[in-house]
């Protein structure tokens, strides 16, 4: 019971909980109409959706302030690809934040002749260029790792690589490739908090990809995506050393 409290105080972890009831209700709804449900009880799964999201919102009033000291302390890091990575995806979630904030004030009724869409569209170009910038983070990552485990292994690799001189060049790559394969396997099943990051970032973007039009899949899609990334960031917030740092 303490546990469940400590979890519920933390707007975070709220929200994330909405999150994931709020996809769910959106793949639930697509799964029912698929299958031939009532339009009342579609109704009813939408109107739940949409309080769901709304509810979101709610706690996501002041995000940008924390994604705006997020941007001050990565921009003190020492590696240049990762500052930059970090410090503009925090910069663009700001901004997503602040639409996000602006679109709540719209649907509570705050400003009743607020364009909505507009805004929505804004708030999902700045959560697409966010989830870009985490992917390149995670990428880079994920080479470094790469090239680490590379170079303990290279006095084995070079003998292979010798030893098929006289092979044929696809048999090279494709050798390279099985090894390519093997090293990003091992590097993910050694590294949990980059894997999880990894399919967060994957998952989620499929949802703004989907708003915008660059993408378009479909609702029980983009609500498998998003309530698979929401499970995964309750996972980071349960066990916080399954997030990645910094």
């Not at 303990?152 to 098929?164: I, Q, V």
Request: hydrophobic fraction near 45%; glycine fraction near 6%.
């Amino acid at each position: 019971m303490d546990f469940w409290v400590q979890f519920s105080a933390k707007s975070q972890a709220k929200e994330r909980v909405f999150r994931a009831a709020q996809y769910a209700c959106t793949l639930l709804g697509y799964t029912l109409e698929k299958n031939g449900a009532s339009a009342d009880f579609l109704t009813r799964i939408k109107q739940l959706e949409a309080h769901m999201s709304l509810g979101r919102k709610l706690f996501r009033l002041g995000n940008s302030a924390d994604a705006l000291e997020s941007a001050k302390r990565a921009i003190h890091l020492s590696d240049v690809v990762l500052r930059f990575c970090i410090t503009v995806s925090n910069l663009n979630r700001a901004m997503y934040f602040a639409c996000d904030n602006i679109l709540w004030a719209g649907k509570s009724g705050l400003l009743p002749h607020m364009d909505q869409e507009k805004w929505s569209q804004r708030s999902f170009r700045y959560y697409f260029f966010a989830l870009i910038l985490n992917l390149s983070r995670d990428a880079y990552e994920i080479r470094l790792l790469m090239e680490h485990e590379a170079c303990g292994k290279r006095p084995k690799g070079s003998e292979t690589r010798h030893g098929l001189r006289t092979d044929s060049s696809l048999q090279q790559l494709v050798l390279r490739l099985k090894v390519q394969l093997h090293l990003l396997v091992h590097v993910l099943r050694s590294n949990p908090p980059l894997l999880v990051d990894v399919v967060k970032n994957a998952c989620d973007i499929f949802i703004p990809l989907d708003k915008l039009g660059l993408y378009k899949t479909n609702p029980g899609f983009v609500g498998l995506c998003g309530l698979t990334s929401s499970i995964l960031s309750i996972l980071t917030i349960v066990h916080p050393w399954l997030k990645l740092k910094p």
